[in-house]
Structure formats: C-alpha cells, structure tokens
C-alpha cells in the first residue's frame, strides 16, 4: 500500500518557487544570474508598519488570536473594502488567513466536493489548480488569449458554465499576465454570472493596488450588487505593503461561508500570527502614502521591460494594465536553434536554453497554462531590468 496519499498525485510543486531556487543553486556555485521569477516587490516593508509591529511586541501581543482575526484588523478590513471598494461588510463577514493563499486554499476545503467544478481563466497563479486538485474539486480552463489582452470574455464564461460549476476564479490584475479587467470588461462577465446563480465568484484581489496610468480598478460585488451574496473577495496586505513573509491575508463574504472557513482554520493553524495581524492594522489604517510612490516605480519598469523586450527579435510583448510581470509571447522563437544547437521546441526550452546562455531566471508559460510564452516579474531594480532585458535581446538574436 502506498505510504503517501493519492491527493499527491493530482499536485505539481510551484514551478515559480522552482524557478527561483534554480536561480540561487547556480548563483551559489558563482555564475552571474538575474532572477526575475519571484513574484514579490523587492522594497522593504514601510517603516511604520515595522514599528507597530515592534510596538505590539513590546506591549505584549505575543498570544494566540481569535482563529478569524483579532476585532481591530477586522475592522480595519471592513472599512477597507468600504473606502476603497464601496462595499459594506461588517467584521463579522471578514477572515484574516497566514496569506491569501491560506483563505483562497480554506475557500475551496470549505466548498468543494468531489466532481465539483472551478472555472479558471488560463493563463492561472500556479496554485489555483493546485489548490482545486488538493481539495478534491476539477478545474475548468477558458483561454484568456493573448489577442484579447489576456482578458477572457463573456461567451467563453457562458459556453464553461455546467451544473455541477461551483465558483468562478477571477484574478485582475492577473498573476501572471498583469492583465486587468476594465468596468465595462468586468461587466460583461458578470452580466453572465447574474444569469447563472448557482456559480460562485471567488475573486483574488491580491494586485488592487498595483495599476498603472489611468486605470481604475473594480471588484465583481462592487460593478454587480447582484452578485454580493454569492462572491467571496480575497486580499491582502503581501504586495500593496512589500509584506509577503509578514503572511496575512483576508477575505469577506457571506456569513455562513466565512463561518465555515473558521472552523477549518481553527483545526488547521488558528488565529494568523499576532504580531503580523497587529502590522496589518497599521498598514489598512495608517498612512497611504507607500501605495502611490510604489505604483509609480513599478509603472516605470513595466514601461522599461515592454519597450525592451519588443526589441528583442521574436518577442511580442503586450503592456499590461497592472501587478508587476509582464508575459511575452515567444512564438516568434519557437523551431530556431541555439549557438550549441539546441532547437527550440516549447516555452520550456526556451527558458531553459536562456538560464543557460545568459543566465537570466524567467518562469515558462506552459507553468502557468498557456504558451508559449514567459513571465518576467519586474519588481527588481531598474539596473537589474535593463541588463536582464539586454541579456534576453542578445539571446533572442543568437537565435538561428
Ligand atoms: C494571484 C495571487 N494570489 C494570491 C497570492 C498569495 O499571496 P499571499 O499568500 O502572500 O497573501 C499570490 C502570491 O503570489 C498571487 O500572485
């Protein structure tokens, strides 16, 4: 009898984290590498979000919380998606997980049975299939092409829509393409979701904060009321706050939904670290003013890695309207050969054969569901980019 359960072989590890523990393996036998697979902004976390968590420290916030979140951070959620979103949750409807990937993953254990099926938009974060596979559920991919900016569109929704579809995964801005649903684009989904109201909608808000130029973002509850009682609105403070190893996210929905998610993570880790939660208050409550400065940066370098990479011969990279990865096609590439004669055969190759030659880390697309293509994530620094894109011209160029 096997000794590991048959779960296991529905799951593949994240190539993301793969590709980034590559990068250090070659890096610590010294060859000169550029990682650009992790999918965290390289800023330190604000000052006075480190000082309150000194602060709770010192006062002794040092015990087990309540398994939801402590009272205030769940107020500090409630009024979040009041001021920002336009939606009314009372703390009560708001969980605090150890990560969004905590209360995404407790969404699905709280809901899915087997046979149940999760709409999923591909290009996906690695981990919602994964995390689908885990909790016994199937997942349903619809393409969001490249030649509709990444975006999936109402018909494909429609046309993916069975009896036995549980929720509906959406993610703007998007992990990986950086892809953000406009209102009108949002709508046209949700016009479809209102017709069908045994689907659910699951939406990882996670890159809210990272749009560029004049682009508003919306959330599904907040462009259809209709759909309130049936979404779940996930969160979180990892990239809006440079927080990712702090691990807080949050979600809010319907009461019993939210209840139900309790009593998973009351078996699983409790209450979500004190301190972490007692910085996460500072950073929904206190000042600002890191949001706008961090959003300039990276438009900055999203606008440097397009306009490069479009130089590269063979590349076709559209701009995204948000997150901090960019997503080339590199179709242009595909059956050429490198210096040492390796054909280009998939994404894969191409990413490989790249580490190799130039030494720069970038995650292939098949990962994510639909190639050939790459994510480059630019939350590094300007210098880095530059050189990294260089690398990956001169590569590009090499190619026969
Ligand atoms: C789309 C998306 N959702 C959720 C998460 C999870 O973030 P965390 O667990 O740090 O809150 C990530 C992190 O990479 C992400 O890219």
């Given at each position: 009898?096997?000794?590991?359960?048959?779960?296991?072989?529905?799951?593949?590890?994240?190539?993301?984290?793969?590709?980034?523990?590559?990068?250090?393996?070659?890096?610590?036998?010294?060859?000169?590498?550029?990682?650009?697979?992790?999918?965290?902004?390289?800023?330190?976390?604000?000052?006075?979000?480190?000082?309150?968590?000194?602060?709770?420290?010192?006062?002794?916030?040092?015990?087990?919380?309540?398994?939801?979140?402590?009272?205030?951070?769940?107020?500090?959620?409630?009024?979040?998606?009041?001021?920002?979103?336009?939606?009314?949750?009372?703390?009560?409807?708001?969980?605090?997980?150890?990560?969004?990937?905590?209360?995404?993953?407790?969404?699905?254990?709280?809901t899915?049975?087997?046979?149940?099926?999760?709409?999923?938009?591909?290009?996906?974060?690695?981990?919602?299939?994964?995390?689908?596979?885990?909790?016994?559920?199937?997942?349903?991919?619809?393409?969001?092409?490249?030649?509709?900016?990444?975006?999936?569109?109402?018909?494909?929704?429609?046309?993916?829509?069975?009896?036995?579809?549980k929720w509906f995964?959406?993610?703007?801005?998007?992990?990986?393409?950086?892809?953000?649903?406009?209102?009108?684009?949002?709508?046209?989904?949700?016009?479809?979701?209102?017709?069908?109201?045994h689907v659910w909608v699951l939406?990882?808000?996670?890159?809210?904060?990272?749009?560029?130029?004049?682009?508003?973002?919306?959330?599904?509850?907040?462009?259809?009321?209709?759909?309130?009682?049936r979404t779940l609105?996930?969160?979180?403070?990892?990239?809006?706050?440079?927080?990712?190893?702090?691990?807080?996210?949050?979600?809010?929905?319907?009461?019993?939904?939210?209840?139900?998610?309790?009593?998973?993570?009351?078996?699983?880790?409790?209450?979500?670290?004190?301190?972490?939660?007692?910085?996460?208050?500072?950073?929904?409550?206190?000042?600002?003013?890191?949001?706008?400065?961090?959003?300039?940066?990276?438009?900055?370098?999203?606008?440097?890695?397009?306009?490069?990479?479009?130089?590269?011969?063979?590349?076709?990279?559209?701009?995204?309207?948000?997150?901090?990865?960019?997503?080339?096609?590199?179709?242009?590439?595909?059956?050429?050969?490198?210096?040492?004669?390796?054909?280009?055969?998939?994404?894969?190759?191409?990413?490989?054969?790249?580490?190799?030659?130039?030494?720069?880390?970038?995650?292939?697309?098949?990962?994510?569901?639909?190639?050939?293509?790459?994510?480059?994530?630019?939350?590094?620094?300007?210098?880095?980019?530059?050189?990294?894109?260089?690398?990956?011209?001169?590569?590009?160029?090499?190619?026969?």
């Amino acid at each position: 009898m096997a000794f590991l359960a048959a779960a296991l072989d529905r799951v593949k590890p994240s190539a993301t984290i793969a590709v980034s523990q590559k990068a250090r393996d070659l890096k610590a036998k010294g060859r000169d590498v550029i990682g650009l697979g992790a999918g965290e902004p390289d800023f330190d976390t604000p000052e006075n979000i480190k000082q309150a968590a000194i602060a709770a420290i010192n006062r002794g916030e040092t015990k087990y919380t309540p398994i939801s979140g402590i009272p205030q951070l769940r107020e500090a959620i409630a009024q979040k998606f009041k001021r920002e979103n336009g939606l009314d949750y009372t703390a009560a409807q708001t969980i605090v997980g150890t990560g969004g990937k905590q209360v995404l993953f407790n969404a699905f254990m709280a809901t899915l049975n087997p046979g149940d099926e999760v709409i999923i938009p591909a290009p996906y974060w690695v981990s919602y299939p994964e995390m689908v596979a885990i909790c016994n559920g199937t997942s349903v991919f619809i393409e969001a092409r490249i030649e509709d900016d990444f975006k999936v569109t109402a018909a494909a929704l429609e046309a993916a829509i069975t009896p036995r579809t549980k929720w509906f995964l959406f993610n703007s801005p998007s992990n990986p393409t950086g892809a953000a649903y406009t209102y009108e684009e949002l709508k046209a989904l949700t016009d479809v979701l209102v017709r069908h109201p045994h689907v659910w909608v699951l939406t990882d808000d996670m890159y809210e904060h990272l749009v560029y130029g004049d682009f508003t973002f919306t959330t599904p509850a907040q462009v259809e009321p209709a759909l309130y009682d049936r979404t779940l609105t996930v969160n979180g403070v990892s990239k809006a706050y440079a927080m990712t190893g702090w691990r807080i996210g949050y979600a809010a929905g319907p009461l019993n939904l939210i209840k139900a998610m309790d009593m998973i993570q009351g078996q699983q880790t409790s209450g979500a670290c004190s301190i972490a939660q007692w910085a996460a208050v500072e950073a929904l409550t206190g000042t600002q003013d890191f949001i706008p400065r961090n959003r300039e940066i990276f438009q900055g370098r999203r606008d440097l890695v397009v306009s490069m990479l479009n130089q590269a011969s063979g590349i076709k990279c559209p701009t995204p309207e948000g997150a901090f990865y960019v997503y080339p096609s590199c179709e242009g590439l595909i059956g050429k050969r490198t210096e040492a004669g390796k054909v280009i055969e998939t994404d894969e190759d191409f990413v490989t054969e790249l580490l190799e030659a130039e030494g720069v880390a970038v995650v292939h697309g098949s990962a994510f569901g639909l190639g050939p293509n790459f994510r480059i994530s630019y939350a590094t620094s300007d210098a880095l980019l530059e050189e990294a894109c260089t690398r990956i011209q001169r590569f590009c160029g090499s190619l026969r």
